[in-house]
Each structure stands twice: as C-alpha cells, then as structure tokens.
C-alpha cells in the first residue's frame, strides 16, 4: 500500500480553538448557555424528539408525570404511539418510567438518573431559559479518558452520564473548498461557477466558524495558503497549522477511483488539455504532451495515476513536511474510499480522536 503523505483531499486538520474568532463564553456559573432553536409548531420535529427521547433517554430516565397519550398532542396517532413507541407491551395510557432498575442504576453511575418530566423548567434561570440550558448541556459533551464514561461536559462538570447522541450530533468541518468555489488544485475549477470574491469568501468564512460550538473538535482539511484565486484567511491557516493533525493512507488503485469520481465532469469536459498546459513548468512539456495523449486517448485512469505519483504528491508532500513538520498527528489507513467507505472512515477517526479538552 502506498501512503498518501499529507496528500490532499483526504487530510484533514484540526482547528484546535479558533480562538481569533470566538472564545467559550464564561461567568461565575460556567459557559454562556446556547440559546435553543425552538420549534414549536413543527410536529415533524417534535415528533422525532420524542423518538428520541424513547430510544436514547428513557433506558435511564423516566418521565413519570408524562404518559405516552399525550404524544397525540404532537400530531401522534395511538396507533403510532403503540407501534413505536411503546415496549414491553406496554399501555398508551401508561406513564413514561424507565427501564433501567434504580439500584442497578445508583452502582453504576453512582446517582440515580433523575426524572426528565419538568427538567427543563427547573433548570431556567439567569443563562437562559430551561431548554437553552438542556440544549448547551446536550452539546457541551467532550471526550475525557479520566472519566468512566470516557466524556465530560463543560455545562455540567463531571457529569456521570455519557454523551448518548454522540453518533447522532455529527461533526463540525468547515469546508474552505465548497466556500470558495474551487478544488483547491491546478484542475480545481467548477464548472460554471465562479469564485466569490476575497471579501465575499472571507465574509463566507466568519459565517461558517460562528455557527461552530468552540468547545467541540473543528476539521477542516489540510489546504495551500490560496484555494484558486482566493487566499486562505491567515488566523484559519494559522489555525490550522497549530492544530492537531490527521494522516489518512490508501492505495494508489483506490485514491484513483476516487478521483475519477470526484472530477468525472472535469474529465470529460474540453477543459482538462488547457489545465494540463499549465502543468509544463513544473513537469516538462513532454510530460504534460503525454498526458495530453492519454486525455485524448481517455485513459484517465493511467492519466490521474501519473497526476498524482509525478504532480500532486510530490509538491503536497513538500508542503506538509514544510508546514507539518514535527507536528502531532494520528494515522487512519482505509481500502475504501467508495462513499460508505469514507462514512466508515469519518466514523472511526471520530470515535478514536482523544484530542478535545476544555
């Protein structure tokens, strides 16, 4: 297998803090409270909470001045509630109680899980109202090898429970290449679109990192200081070089097939013979004249292969060894960069990364 070095379209960096754009807010009582998107009138919504709720939260807490009827409230049918909802050949008309045995409950996190029912309106206060406070402590989960649970929370400080949603929440990544309209490489333009301005790009940044939760993981992939015509904002490559590192290895065979995917409507467009010229002062005009012969030949597979063993890794490498160089990272092998393959990949890299702290 043939590593990829730090190659590009794969790695992934990690934006430690971005701290040249927002701080965790703090007072005397902990991190500012999110404020909650509410949404009331969307019984789609409130709909898929109580799912939620069913599957993920009353394994361990009950809400036992609730009874499972009243979910006709949000648009519910009894037949609905019966079939999803409802375990154990239970009543509709039953209160919500856990499953979970109370003393089993108390030795393994060492407190009883408390009941949900009012949860929300005993935890309003000055930081907001109960559900900002649920919905900041919800995604105030980071990684803890200290605790049992391998998580704590920076809204409830050495919280017993763990981060159940984990899977559900996703990832943060702030994807510099789709804001600035580009791939990022010398055939990285998209078809009738345009790059935005330098301004517009860097007011499309600041947009995307204010809506980040500053105290979870942030990825971004590892980029040049210019993604086409645009430059990189220089506190994010800042930022990025000071993060954490992730280096991600495949096959040539597979990394090819990738790409043949990735750029198929660059590959069959007129336009690919022009962007090769521009590849003669690094190459050789002889080089690129071949390559020119395989696009016309449209052996793109053998073309994309001699792109990235002669081009793409050569020039990539130098950059992250000169960027990179002595930087922490952690390594992820993969032989399969099909789509599910790479939801495989994010999945692992996500659960093995230890990197988050408050």
């Known amino acids: ?9 794969i790695v992934l960096g990690w934006v430690l803090t971005l701290g040249f754009v927002f701080g965790v807010q703090a007072n005397t009582a902990g991190p500012a409270w999110d404020k909650a998107p509410l949404k009331l009138d969307d ?11 069913v599957n993920y939260c009353l394994n361990c807490h009950s809400a036992a001045f609730q009874r499972f009827n009243r979910l006709t409230d949000i648009g519910l049918t ?17 209160t919500m109680k856990s499953a979970i045995d109370p ?10 899980p408390p009941d949900l029912t009012v949860i929300a309106r005993s935890r309003a206060g000055a930081g907001g109202t109960g559900t900002d406070y649920l919905y900041s402590y919800m995604r ?37 290449e789709a804001l600035a309209a580009h791939k990022g490489s010398v055939l990285g333009d998209l078809p009738g ?14 947009e995307a990192i204010s809506r980040f939760d500053p105290a979870r993981t942030v990825y971004v992939e590892s980029e040049s200081k210019r993604i086409g015509q645009l430059r990189v904002p220089d506190a994010v490559f800042q930022g990025i070089q000071e993060g954490n590192w992730l280096r991600v290895q495949a096959s040539m065979e597979q990394r090819v097939q990738f790409l043949l995917r990735d750029y198929d409507y660059f590959l069959s467009g007129p336009e690919l013979e022009q962007q090769l010229e521009r590849l003669k002062e690094s190459c050789g005009g002889e080089t690129v004249a071949r390559w020119k012969g395989l696009a016309q030949a449209k052996d793109f597979s053998t073309l994309v292969a001699e792109l990235l063993a002669q081009h793409y890794d050569r020039f990539y490498l130098r950059s992250m ?6 930087a922490s990272h952690a390594s992820f092998a993969t032989d399969d960069l099909s789509d599910a393959g ?10 093995s990364v230890r990197w988050q702290s408050p």
């Open 1 to 9: 297998m043939k590593t990829m070095g730090f190659t590009k379209k």
């Open 43 to 53: 019984n789609a919504a409130l709909q898929n909470g109580a799912k939620l709720f």
């Open 78 to 94: 009894p037949e609905q509630i019966k079939d999803n909802l409802l375990v154990n050949n239970g009543k509709i008309g039953e």
């Open 103 to 112: 003393q089993q409950a108390k030795a393994w996190f060492g407190v009883n």
């Open 140 to 176: 105030g989960f980071y990684r803890d090898d200290t605790k049992p649970t391998g998580w704590n929370n920076h809204v409830f400080p050495n919280v017993a429970m763990p981060h159940v949603l984990w899977e559900l929440q996703g990832q943060q990544v702030l994807n510099l």
């Open 193 to 206: 679109q345009a790059q935005p301005s330098q301004k517009g790009f860097e007011t499309l940044v600041l």
């Open 321 to 326: 060894n000169k960027h990179a160089e002595g």
């Open 342 to 351: 790479i939801a495989a990949l994010a999945k692992e890299i996500a659960s």
